[in-house]
């Protein structure tokens, strides 16, 4: 089993910045892969980036160059840099997890969950 709990969300202005965090524990196996997902309210969950415990990484095509995901293995903390964000980039976000490795980014194929931190971004 693994548990995860996000942190950092907020609300802030178009072109803001805010650093997202997912502190996880238990079984270390499960987490070989780690991802962030968002949801908006009457939209599918979808994937933003994910990075396996190699450091190889993911990223949508609407995040790329603006967000940035990174892990520490020791500290067993997930992060998302996200900078110059957008009224689009509202959203819950999640954070996940699974023992799989070279997975797609889509939220079907992870096994573990945070509880999600919202972000807001107003013009």
């Known amino acids: 089993q693994v548990q995860l709990v996000e942190s950092g969300g907020g609300s802030v202005q178009s072109g803001g910045s805010l650093r997202l965090s997912c502190v996880a524990s238990?079984?270390?196996?499960?987490?070989?892969?780690m991802g962030w997902f968002r949801q908006a309210p009457g939209k599918e969950r979808e994937g933003v980036a994910l990075?396996?415990?190699?450091?190889?990484?993911k990223y949508a095509d609407s995040v790329m160059g603006r967000f940035s995901i990174s892990r520490d293995n020791d500290k067993g903390t997930l992060y998302l840099q996200m900078n110059s964000l957008k009224p689009e980039d509202t959203a819950m976000y999640y954070c996940?997890?699974?023992?799989?490795?070279?997975?797609?980014?889509?939220?079907?194929?992870?096994?573990?969950w945070g509880q999600g931190t919202q972000v807001t971004v107003s013009s």
């Open positions: 238990g079984d270390t196996a499960s987490r070989a892969s």
């Open positions: 990075i396996s415990r190699d450091g190889s990484t």
């Open positions: 996940a997890a699974d023992r799989a490795l070279l997975l797609p980014l889509r939220a079907g194929f992870f096994a573990y």
